[in-house]
């Protein structure tokens, strides 16, 4: 069954350094989609990237990264020169099939806390 | 562009009370969801929907209705309100196109059933 795990429950990093978010996921499809959203304390949800499976490179987004390891089955999301915004729930997603069908699988999160 | 709209922000009911989750999107998206996040826990799919008359069942349906009768609405019904649906509620949309398919949520309702 399809499933998103994510290990860290919570996370530190200090102003300026970059930290990584763990995520892996299970699927039998060979085409999905995986997503990183972002929730402040305000309580909403705010994409910051995507990658699709057949991807070959990493996607990137400004200072945020997705190191896709396709056959280890993880997407971690690499955010550089951490600030203080930063600090939030960050939620991994996937899709699966190789479109959209309004249907994401969600991680249970990880809080990360940037320290000045 | 409002993005999507939810309403209300915060509602509070009894047990066995009915009540409507408004959920509406200005951006002529095909796809809209419902979700449901609950503490510790990552966000559940409750229903979604492909178009308008088109509905279907995600993981944790039981207790809700949804129905779509316009593109831009998406409305959820709890039925007969349980403590066990005391939660934040999400509505999100999302266009029928080659991916990224991304998700755009709204700003969700937070629901307490006494």
């Known amino acids: 069954a399809q499933k998103i795990t994510q290990t860290q429950p919570g996370m530190f990093v200090q102003e300026k350094e970059a930290v990584t978010l763990d995520c892996t996921y299970d699927?039998?499809?060979?085409?999905?989609?995986l997503f990183w959203y972002k929730q402040p304390s305000s309580g909403e949800m705010i994409f910051l990237i995507y990658?699709?499976?057949?991807?070959?490179q990493n996607a990137t987004e400004g200072r945020y990264s997705l190191n896709f390891q396709k056959a280890r089955k993880s997407a971690n999301l690499v955010i550089s020169a951490s600030q203080l915004g930063d600090s939030a729930m960050y939620f991994c997603?996937?899709?699966?099939?190789?479109?959209?069908?309004?249907?994401?699988?969600f991680g249970q999160g990880t809080t990360l806390q940037v320290k000045p | 562009n409002a993005g999507v709209t939810q309403t209300p922000k915060f509602q509070v009911l009894k047990t066995g009370q009915s009540m409507t989750l408004q959920c509406a999107q200005d951006?002529?998206?095909?796809?809209m969801s419902w979700y449901r996040q609950d503490p510790g826990m990552g966000l559940r799919l409750i229903h979604y929907?492909?178009?308008?008359?088109?509905?279907d069942q995600g993981e944790v349906p039981n207790g809700y209705n949804v129905s779509r009768s316009t593109t831009e609405d998406f409305p959820l019904r709890l039925l007969s309100a349980a403590p066990s649906q005391t939660s934040v509620y999400f509505c999100?949309?999302?266009?029928?196109?080659?991916?990224?398919?991304?998700?755009?949520f709204g700003p969700g309702t937070r629901l307490t059933v006494l």
């Open positions: 999100a949309s999302s266009y029928r196109g080659t991916p990224p398919d991304t998700q755009y």
């Open positions: 699927t039998s499809d060979q085409s999905y989609g």
């Open positions: 990658q699709g499976s057949y991807d070959e």
């Open positions: 997603a996937m899709r699966e099939g190789g479109s959209n069908t309004g249907k994401l699988i």
């Open positions: 951006m002529n998206h095909e796809y």
């Open positions: 929907s492909v178009g308008a008359g088109i509905t």
